[in-house]
């Protein structure tokens, strides 16, 4: 069965300090990893990664996928409290039909205080 | 644009009721998207659709139906509306199911309570 596991399931920080936030996967026909950020509405995506070791980055946040290893990082660096939020981890898989379909990760349930 | 759009935003139902979520999308997307949240859990998907006419099961379908009619429209339907169905609904469309960068454009969602 496919699946995405996050780590850890939620965090508190203080402002300006980094985070890493860990995604790892089991699936068959990967196609992608996303990455979304979910506050209190729809989630917006973030980052959508295919290769491994190839960093993206968007001001101060940055990911990077290792397909071998089956896992992904998010990081954010100098957090503030607007970066409060759930981040959601999503793995795209191709199932031979029309359309690939997203498995997604429970999340991590962000908290940057004062 | 307006992207997607979802009515009603909230809504209370009893149980046995029957009520259908609305999702329309103005970027002519061929692919449409039913999912469910629910409390601290990632998104499952209950139906999909490849275009206009088509429309397939994705991980949650019991208790759900859907049809696509036009390009623009993915209804959602629940027919007899039990607690387990208590979630938030997101709808969500894409232009190609894979290429590079694109991804899936969420709606607001629809918070509904069955009780």
């Known amino acids: 069965e496919d699946k995405v596991v996050q780590s850890p399931l939620s965090l508190v920080v203080h402002e300006g300090d980094t985070v890493t936030l860990n995604c790892s996967y089991e699936?068959?026909?990967?196609?992608?990893l996303l990455w979304y950020k979910q506050e209190k509405k729809a989630p917006t995506f973030l980052f959508m990664l295919?290769?491994?070791?190839i960093e993206k980055k968007s001001g101060r946040l940055s990911s990077i996928l290792d397909k071998k290893e089956l896992f992904s990082i998010l990081n954010i660096t100098a957090t503030q409290t607007g970066d409060s939020a759930v981040y959601l981890c999503a793995v795209e898989a191709g199932y031979g039909g029309a359309t690939n379909k997203l498995i997604f990760g429970t999340g991590t349930l962000l908290a940057v205080q004062p | 644009n307006a992207g997607v759009t979802q009515t009603p935003k909230f809504r209370i139902l009893k149980i046995g009721q029957s009520m259908t979520l609305q999702c329309a999308q103005d970027?002519?997307?061929?692919?449409m998207y039913w999912y469910r949240q629910d409390p601290g859990m990632g998104l499952k998907l209950i139906y999909y659709s490849v275009g206009a006419g088509i429309t397939d099961k994705g991980e949650v379908p019991n208790g759900y139906n859907v049809s696509r009619s036009t390009t623009e429209d993915f209804p959602l339907r629940l027919e007899l509306a039990a607690p387990s169905q208590t979630s938030v609904y997101f709808c969500?469309?894409?232009?190609?199911?894979?290429?590079?960068?694109?991804?899936?454009?969420f709606g607001p969602g629809t918070r509904l309570l069955v009780l």
């Open positions: 970027m002519n997307h061929n692919y």
């Open positions: 699936v068959t026909n990967f196609r992608s």
């Open positions: 969500a469309s894409s232009l190609k199911y894979r290429v590079s960068g694109e991804t899936q454009y």
């Open positions: 295919t290769s491994s070791g």
